[in-house]
């Protein structure tokens, strides 16, 4: 359990173990490792979560358009509860779940409040029956519909005070705890915002469980809508809605989509060269694993297969997965594998699926001398012992380069000593 | 690639590689495995396509209410084109796709022609440049909307000649390959049908690539839905419909969606115990691994750590995937993994999420004895040598089952030797 007290972190303290000595070291990529404790149990729990947002302790992380609020590069900041009442109200959990449904008013916006989960290590006050630490919530203070002037006030209080909303999808710069909270923070903001409305009946919808679910409520006081658009007015009582198949049972369009893609590092046949692919967009001599997204009933194996001999004609035997990233742009699952090469099945051809620009097996020294001088983001340059010419490769936040680091470090021998 | 001719099965035949060596063999779960190559890059190819779906030798697997046409419990059955003419037309890609957008008509029902792939180990004189094997493709017949006669037809039609649609989820009688046929055919049968609606704006949407993507069309020749119901009337021009953000760029609400799910067997922190639970609603004595859905954000590493947590009170340490198994009921990927218990963390509390009516420890001899003579699935009844009382456990289609094989296979062991 991430953010568990008085424990060693999971992902590098315990190395000890069997799975340990036979797999090596955990890898945690970018992304992963929060340090909170989703406790996604109480998400639905009324009592718990109307104190937990009213706790003078808790955290506030804003969004704008999906922008984090941040302290300088490397930070976030967060507000408390005074700096966001205006905006939210005193306790926007004030009525239960089924009263929130039976009030629904798609007039109104209500803005988006997410619970994140509890930060145990830190012990401000904040109790619950077995549960202490502090509360961190998310709102998306993005201005729009009728609390546009509201969301406003809270931005610009907030840039007063010297603190800004981070743009730009790369610029990973986060420090990794924090990297962390803020892909939870984002990539369930962005599904809220991103589906306003039900995909069975086309019906707008309501978010509930603190953020994590979205229900189409079976009446509307607001008076229906024109499909043109226009005004709306309210009327005293809430009117019944057109019937929807995801009010039966559980629906998965109730829950936030996660989109599993997969990224594979490429050994040839005799673990000597990898495989590397680059699109015309990036940078000369940028070169980087093969990707793509997994396909509806296909197994992580079977869509690492298809993607590399779609995308460049080689031909996989065992593929074996060896660590996952959340990627938050905007809700992917990212599972990192090492797949080998077919004995006949080396030859490179690009005609299949033209989505790479080049594809070319790389010696692993190659891979190795990369790994040491030629990482950077996309738009950034490369380090001071690069020389031009030279391969240059993800960074160490990339997914792809902790399974380049695995093939170089070892991944395929008997033994699990790291070259880097 | 899945279906290369002339190639070893990529998933056990090529057990002298170096990821076989040191991992084992490979499992292919049941659902996985398809025979079929997707060749996904064709299905916006509009001559391929169309070629493709009026070949002599195309195979169509007719899905009503997502339930196959099966010719006996083992076998799906096909038609023909000829069968299926009077439904879809005899060639329900005549348009190209940018031609079927701008000719959207939301009064009129299209059934679903999903294109599979192709079977390229089948030569029956279907090929396209370098691309050949028998077309394979699934078509919703479920009676509906303004084609309700003709999929009723083609239903009587198929009854006459014996054939059945074969219902009920956990009915898994079907042989492997054709089970991964289905289950590519139903996970996105199941997608189309149950998003007619874009999330986006709320206005119907239409079907393209071949049944794998789903767009929100600009323009309607029908007129303007009245919101609670009723008939609509064609128009001579298509009307403009309102502004979505899908039309800008790419939207995953596009694409078919996928719900990754993590299961997981735990082993004690000395290996020789493992970690089961049992739901209310299960057989007497029937326990199972630990499953949960992953959540926006989370490695797959720390959804494992999170559910086994949440629903057991159990810390893990180290935590390594195993397999993935695609669960089209509706739309899952299930990723397997190993877990094991940090030191001090055994203790089991229910509590949290109380998911789970038990949860404890078992000695690996029990769980060894149990896979021999106790695995069934959930309606079914254990076999002959089962005596009651004993554990019972879930068959060898459940990647649960196969999680609990490597563990007393001796995935924890150095030695790759299997006890079973």
Redesign the interface.
């Known amino acids: 359990?991430?953010g568990?007290p008085d424990?060693?972190d999971?992902?590098h303290?315990?190395?000890d173990?069997?799975?340990?000595r036979?797999?090596g070291r955990?890898v945690?990529?970018y992304?992963?490792?929060?340090p909170l404790n989703?406790?996604?149990?109480l998400r639905a729990d009324h009592g718990f979560i109307s104190k937990a947002i009213t706790h003078p302790s808790t955290s506030f992380l804003l969004l704008n358009d999906l922008a984090p609020l941040t302290s300088d590069p490397s930070h976030l900041a967060y507000a408390n509860h005074d700096d966001v009442r205006k905006l939210i109200g005193n306790n926007p959990f004030e009525k239960t779940e089924q009263e929130m449904i039976s009030a629904y008013n798609s007039s109104i916006t209500l803005p988006l409040v997410l619970f994140l989960g509890l930060d145990e290590t830190k012990k401000d006050g904040f109790e619950h029956g077995i549960y202490s630490g502090t509360p961190f919530f998310a709102i998306d203070v993005t201005p729009k519909g009728s609390v546009e002037k509201e969301a406003q006030s809270v931005i610009e209080e907030m840039k007063k005070r010297g603190l800004a909303f981070a743009e730009g999808r790369l610029n990973m710069t986060l420090n990794a705890p924090e990297a962390?909270i803020f892909?939870?923070a984002?990539?369930?903001t962005d599904?809220n915002a991103?589906?306003?409305?039900?995909?069975?009946?086309?019906?707008?919808t309501l978010s509930i469980n603190a953020g994590?679910k979205r229900v189409c409520p079976p009446t509307d006081i607001a008076s229906?809508?024109t499909?043109?658009?226009g005004a709306t007015t309210t009327e005293a009582t809430p009117r019944q809605r057109?019937a929807c198949?995801t009010r039966k049972g559980i629906?998965?369009?109730s829950?936030?989509?996660?989109?599993?893609t997969v990224i594979m590092a490429v050994?040839s046949?005799d673990?000597k060269r990898v495989l590397l692919g680059r699109q015309k967009r990036w940078p000369p001599h940028w070169y980087s694993t093969l990707a793509g997204?997994?396909?509806?009933?296909?197994?992580?194996?079977?869509a690492v297969?298809?993607e590399v001999?779609?995308e460049s004609g080689v031909?996989?035997?065992?593929?074996?997965?060896h660590?996952?990233?959340?990627w938050?742009y905007?809700?992917n699952?990212m599972?990192g594998a090492?797949?080998?090469a077919?004995p006949?099945?080396e030859k490179i051809h690009l005609e299949?699926?033209?989505e790479l620009e080049d594809a070319k097996w790389v010696e692993i020294d190659e891979i190795e001398e990369a790994l040491r001088v030629g990482t950077s983001g996309l738009g950034e340059a490369a380090g001071s012992e690069y020389k031009e010419g030279g391969l240059r490769l993800p960074p160490a936040t990339a997914i792809a380069n902790q399974l380049l680091r695995a093939v170089v470090g070892g991944f395929?021998d008997?033994g699990e000593t790291s070259k880097i």
């Open positions: 359990m991430p568990q424990l060693p999971p992902a303290a315990d190395v173990s069997m799975l340990s036979k797999f955990e945690a990529n992304f992963s490792g929060s989703r406790v996604s149990f962390a892909a939870q984002r990539a369930l599904w991103r589906n306003p409305f039900c995909g069975g009946c086309g019906q707008p994590t229906l809508p499909v043109q658009g057109e198949v629906s998965n369009l829950f936030p989509r996660t989109d599993p050994v046949h673990g997204f997994c396909e509806p009933a296909e197994s992580v194996e079977e297969r298809r001999w779609e031909l996989l035997g065992r593929v074996v997965i660590s996952t990233q959340p938050p905007p809700a699952l599972i090492i797949g080998q077919l006949d099945g299949h699926d033209p395929l008997a």
